[in-house]
């Protein structure tokens, strides 16, 4: 069975770092790109990152460039999304995705709310 578990999410202060983990199992984690969605109320769900099968490439929306990383550690099955310099436009639910193909998959997301 096909699983990811985010985790990582909550409430942090404008300027403040949070750090997302994606947890997966049920699929070959080293066959598949993995990625960060968002999506804040009222808007459709965009891209945040997205990193390679082995890590060598990674792309990033513009809004993030900078602050962000994603990371994955395939030993773990793990996926990352380190946050710094948060805004209140950050504020979201984040989504972890793996695709492959055909194959697409996602987690049930996690709430990241920015506010003071």
């Known amino acids: 069975q096909v699983q990811l578990v985010e985790s990582g999410g909550g409430l942090v202060q404008p300027g403040g770092s949070l750090r997302l983990s994606c947890g997966a199992s049920?699929?070959?984690?080293?066959?598949?790109?993995m990625s960060w969605y968002r999506q804040a109320p009222g808007k459709e769900r965009e891209l945040v990152a997205v990193?390679?099968?082995?890590?060598?490439?990674?792309k990033y929306a513009d809004s993030v460039k900078g602050r962000f990383t994603i990371s994955r550690d395939n030993a773990k099955n793990t996926v990352y999304l380190e946050m710094n310099s948060l805004k209140p436009e950050d504020t979201a639910v984040y989504y972890c995705n793996a695709k492959s193909g055909l194959y697409d998959y996602w987690g049930q997301g996690t709430q990241v709310t920015v506010s003071s």
């Open positions: 049920g699929f070959t984690f080293t066959s598949y790109a």
């Open positions: 990193i390679s099968p082995v890590g060598g490439l990674r």
